[in-house]
């Protein structure tokens, strides 16, 4: 084999967010004489002690960021009735899987480069009689809200959905993203912020909301729903039904476990100086970076991120291909087209809906060609994110 031109970087996605403590905590639990496994009072101050950090007044623990996107379209169509959702052509595939599934018609929208979220302007003129929620997605740490959009929702009556799967601890204005609508998802699988192994929260201010999305978590069940008068309504509505087995809605069973809710319980205290730790990892790999090869303008204030953005500036697929050879080579671990790997028009479930809609939307067809993310984790430290940024401009 020939002698390799660049430095083995040994750069992994992302390490382990449960620590050995973690698996103490749990270890101790489950030492207990007969430990409750399935969902009960663990799952139920978990969900408390996610409320009081993120500054919310409900949240609901769920088996995974995708069916917290799931069960919260559901509840939209519930509460409001089925229409137009405005949706990133950058996110996760379940953002807008759970838009079709729940019944609704997706409307996309081009990214804005600086924060990788909804272009707002885009947004705002996309909004019609028929628009049922903005279903905004705060991408890789970057804050995507302004007040522009906050306003526009604000005065036509729309509500603002916040997916911050990738985000935990953004803030916009000092406001933690996840507050700043009617509602948002959080999911906690291993390459986020944060693990419960498989995890996600919904979380909300509106009761209403709240309710529904408790009985959405369990077969759509009224006993879930923990506000005695809504279950006095629908047994009153229903009093050929025994009480415990009113199944309002079709729904799905996505509730997690007790195991799951005390390896989150453990690592919520060190999320906040772990964020801080990785904004400041951003910052150095984003000073590193050369900003005549790669983009570095991004919009960093407020951001929480755990994954490095790399954009090549120039659309030169033969620079791109050195690129990623170079990352290859020095196994540095990226994913290309960011999150869910792109333009997500281009992805079969929607080419068989939309055939040519993915022309549209230049901003992240960029992205999609040439944008990656690497690993950003707490254990970084500047020498090393020098090693990574003198690699890249070298290339
Ligand atoms: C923006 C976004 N939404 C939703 C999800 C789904 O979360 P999960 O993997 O927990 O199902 C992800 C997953 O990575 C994501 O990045």
């Not at 077969?219 to 050929?240: I, L, S």
């Amino acid at each position: 084999m020939g002698e390799s031109r660049y430095p083995l970087l040994n750069w992994p996605l992302m390490h382990n967010n449960i620590l050995r403590e973690d698996l103490d905590a749990l270890i101790r639990y489950l030492q207990q004489p007969d430990p409750m496994l399935t969902q009960s009072t663990q799952v139920r101050a978990f969900e408390e002690e996610w409320s009081r950090w993120l500054g919310v007044k409900y949240s609901v623990f769920v088996n995974s960021g995708s069916s917290a996107n799931l069960i919260t379209l559901c509840a939209l169509r519930e509460l409001r009735g089925l229409g137009e959702v405005i949706v990133p052509t950058l996110t996760w595939v379940s953002d807008i899987a759970s838009v079709l599934q729940a019944g609704f018609t997706p409307v996309f929208v081009d990214i804005d480069p600086q924060t990788l979220g909804m272009n707002v302007d885009q947004v705002l003129g996309k909004i019609t009689n028929q628009t049922k929620a903005v279903f905004l997605t705060h991408i890789l740490g970057y804050n995507a809200v302004n007040q522009k959009l906050l306003d526009g929702l604000r005065a036509r009556n729309i509500p603002l959905i916040e997916d911050v799967c990738e985000s935990h601890g953004a803030t916009f204005q000092g406001r933690k993203c996840g507050t700043l609508g009617w509602c948002s998802n959080f999911s906690f699988y291993y390459a986020h912020h944060m693990s419960t192994v498989e995890g996600g929260m919904v979380c909300t201010d509106d009761p209403a909301l709240y309710q529904t999305l408790r009985m959405f978590r369990s077969h759509g069940m009224v006993r879930e729903a923990d506000d005695a008068k809504v279950k006095a309504e629908w047994a009153g509505r229903y009093p050929d039904l025994n009480p415990d087995f009113i199944f309002a809605y079709p729904s799905y069973n996505v509730r997690s476990t007790e195991i799951n809710a005390v390896l989150g319980r453990s690592q919520l205290p060190r999320l906040d100086a772990n964020n801080q730790l990785r904004t400041r990892n951003l910052e150095a790999f984003l000073s590193g970076l050369d900003g005549s090869k790669f983009r570095t303008d991004f919009a960093v204030e407020g951001s929480s991120n755990y994954a490095f953005t790399l954009v090549i500036r120039d659309a030169d697929p033969d620079y791109r291909d050195r690129v990623q050879a170079a990352m290859r080579e020095a196994k540095v671990e990226h994913r290309r087209g960011t999150s869910g790997g792109g333009n997500e028009l281009r992805q079969p479930y929607l080419r068989r809906l939309y055939p040519d809609e993915y022309r549209k939307y230049p901003e992240i067809d960029h992205i999609h060609f040439y944008g990656y993310y690497i690993g950003n984790y707490p254990t970084l430290d500047r020498i090393r994110i020098h090693d990574l940024t003198k690699f890249l401009n070298e290339i």
